[in-house]
Each structure stands twice: as structure tokens, then as C-alpha cells.
């Protein structure tokens, strides 16, 4: 499909300003929170992008109402005809996104039952969901597996339970918040992710009605409620997106004010651009990245949950990298196949070596097993354009990165991937000064004259 290739013309500093809206790994579980409510709740700040618009089908299969808001970017949702619906088309949805598991809670409360279809979300390691269903299990929930998918019931009111997670992970937290809300009686959790979206969605909640507190230890206890409202709420900025450009800037030897960024969520990230060699320049709209010039620093970087460096970083990160003298290392600890993505980066010239074993400093749980998990990056290489097939999505925007940094046109396969967490990214790239083109459609041979 000609559509679903880029050709990108490398060799230009990306220069000038785009602006970042909501986060994608708030707002879609903020539109599910609005599932929990007995009233409208009212969403700000929304991105155009396909994980979003997966949810509103989903939500609108399951009787809520969305509808645009006065402003750009406004949604509204409306629960009240929930009991009501329709869900038998529900294996239409199957592989969308990650999601659809945290209808689970809000649909036990609501219905007493819930079916969540297969997940979808970038293949960057196994991603199993076994702590989803343990939490659900210890709030009383009852869970069978089908071939098509999940199917829970909940046979009286969910209690509040004292549970610890394995791993801090983040969707397992959100299941925890989502369902101990409406549970009845306390709920404690301990090993929580916390995260920004985490907090953010925290906020939704209390806005609801909800009653949760957090402690400095990764413990978050939650108050059941018997009754939540809607809300009125501007989901925080997309700390993933303002980073990946802030990569290109680097990348590339470019300019970039990301309208929207704020400190606050990005403070680890900031620290590692500046030993990088990156500059940056904090106001109150946004930040400005660029390369200062010179040559930049070569790093050690571990991905970690929050405070750490967020694992969705890593991927756009890694090709400014290349550009950086000496010896980079990369351990990612969140994914255990993160790192694949490199290889085509050393197809365009760049030199990574990827290794089993947990470089570069904590042991992770993917040490002594068969996962390709830390890499070496030496550089600087000169990057060539070439013809890439997008892996995942923030694998991708790292190959538009790559190409924009190359010499030469790159062939860039399965750019659609790429809008399911970026708004309008073509034309940001565009109006960033990125030579990128469609390439023209196949004309059949008849109609030629
Ligand atoms: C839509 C969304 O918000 N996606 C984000 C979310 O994904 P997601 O919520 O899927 O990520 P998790 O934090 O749950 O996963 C972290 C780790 O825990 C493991 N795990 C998770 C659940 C489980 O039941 N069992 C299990 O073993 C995973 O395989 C992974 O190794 O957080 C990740 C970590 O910040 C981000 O990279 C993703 O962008
Ligand atoms: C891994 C990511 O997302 P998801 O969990 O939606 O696959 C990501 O945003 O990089």
C-alpha cells in the first residue's frame, strides 16, 4: 500500500515549533474512568490519535455517549445508557490497543460482568496481564477464559483488598484504581507504579468523588464509594511525544519548541538530554530543544518505572546516540525486546551491539535469560537513508528520526502504525522544514495516456 510508506529526504536540521496535547497514556484511560460515573464527565486536551478513537468506539459500543465539546479537543461522555447496550459486535475490537482491559472494574460494578477481547499495543516483549486478573481475583471477581477473549463476573459487590504488586506496572495499578473506587470498604496497594498519567488519572478520579491517598513508599489506599459523579478535567501533556521530538531536534542538529512540554513530568529526561550534550530552555508555554553544536556525550542509560528514565524514551533517544562520541550503554529493564529496532538503525550505518546480560549497572529481571535487553552504542557513524519497516510505535518515530538524521532518501514502511500515539505527525514534520513526501499512488496501466 503506497499510503502507508513515507520517503523522507534526510540532511535537515528539524527548525521551528509544534505543539503536544494530552497524554496518550492518559487520556484513553480518563475516557474509560467516565464509565464509572452516574453523570457527563467532560475531557480537555485530547489528541487526535487512533489509541483515542479506539476507546470512543469502544465506549460507544458499550452505551456511552461521545460527543465533541465546545473547544477543539473536548469530549464529552456520557454514561447513562450503559445497562442498555449492545456489545455483541465487541470481537470487532479485538487486538485495537491495551485498553479494552481496564473496562474490567468499571463493567464488574456496573453490569456484575464484563468480556474483554484480545489486547493489542507494540510487541516489545510478552506483555502478559496475569497481574490484571490477580487484582481482580483478590476483589472478588470470577474469570474465565474463552478463545475469543476474557469473560468476568463479579457475583456480589466487589471488596477492597490488601494487595501487593509483583512489578510496579502501570496498567495493573490503573485496574487497582479503576475498580477499588466503587469497591467495597479499603483498598491498599503496595509496589504501585506512579507515574504522571498515574497521578493524572488519580486526580479524574477524585474529581469523581473518588477518596485516594498516596504515600511516598509506592502505597496508594483507596476509600470505596458507593456513588461517583463525572468530571471536568485537562489531561496532562504528553511527556512521550515531547521527548521523541526533543530526540529529533538532537538527531538531527535542529531547533524545536514543544508547545505543551512541561518540566515537571520530564525532569529525568532533562537531566539525561543535558549529559547527552542537548540544550533545552524551560518557559512557561513549553520548551525549546536543540543541539548547541559541537560533539555530544556519550552515556550510560538504565530505563526504569518513575522517577527513572521512562522505557518510551529509549527508543528515539537511542538514535541520538549515535551520533554521540564514545561508548553509549543502553539497559532497558521495563521490556525484555526493546532493542530490536536497532538493527535496521545498523542497516543506515550506525554501530549497536546488543547483549543478554544487564549492563551498566542494577541487575533487572531479564539478567541471566535468553533476552537481548542491553545494548553498546558507538559513535559517531554517519547514518545512510535505507528502507525500513516500522516495528512498533516508538521503534518507528525512532526510524523517521534516523532517516531525517541520513544522508539520502529513506523508504519508510507502515508510517500508520505511528498514528496511533502521534497527532498530525506528518504535518509536524513538515512544518518542522522535514523533507518527507507520500509517494505518488500507483497509476493502472489504462489510465496512463
Ligand atoms: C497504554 C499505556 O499506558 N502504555 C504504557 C504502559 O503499558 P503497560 O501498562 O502495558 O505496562 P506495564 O507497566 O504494565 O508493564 C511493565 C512490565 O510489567 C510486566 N507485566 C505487566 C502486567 C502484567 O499483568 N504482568 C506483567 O508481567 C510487563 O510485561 C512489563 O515487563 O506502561 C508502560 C511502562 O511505563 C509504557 O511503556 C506504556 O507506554
Ligand atoms: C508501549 C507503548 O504503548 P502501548 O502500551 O500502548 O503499546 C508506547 O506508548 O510506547
Known sequence: MTDDILLVHGGTPLEGEIRVRGAKNLVPKAMVAALLGGEPSRLRNVPDIRDVRVVRGLLQLHGVTVSPGE???ELIL???HVESANVADIDAHAGSSRIPILFCGPLLHRLGHAFIPGLGGCDIGGRP?????EVLRQFGAVIEKRPEGQYLEAPQRLRGAKIRLPYPSVGATEQVLLTAVLAEGVTELSNAAVEPEIEDLICVLQKMGAIISMDTDRTIRITGVDHLGGYTHGALPDRLEAASWASAALATKGNVYVRGASQREMMTFLNTYRKVGGAFEIDDEGIRFWHPGGALSAIALETDVHPGFQTDWQQPLVVALT???GLSI??????ESRLGFTEALNQMGAHIQLYRECLGGTPCRFG???FLHSAVVSG???LQGADLVIPDLRGGFSYLIAALAAEGTSRVHGIDLIN???ENFLAKLKALGGHVELPAPLVPAQTRA
Open 368 to 370: 541471566q535469560r535468553n
Open 129 to 133: 496481564i496475569d497481574f490484571h486478573f
Open 323 to 325: 551520533q554521540a562520541s
Open 78 to 80: 456520557d454514561p447513562s
Open 330 to 335: 543502553v539497559h532497558e529493564t521495563v521490556y
Open 380 to 382: 559517531p557513524t554517519k
Open 420 to 422: 496511533r500515539g502521534y
Open 71 to 73: 473547544e477543539p479537543g
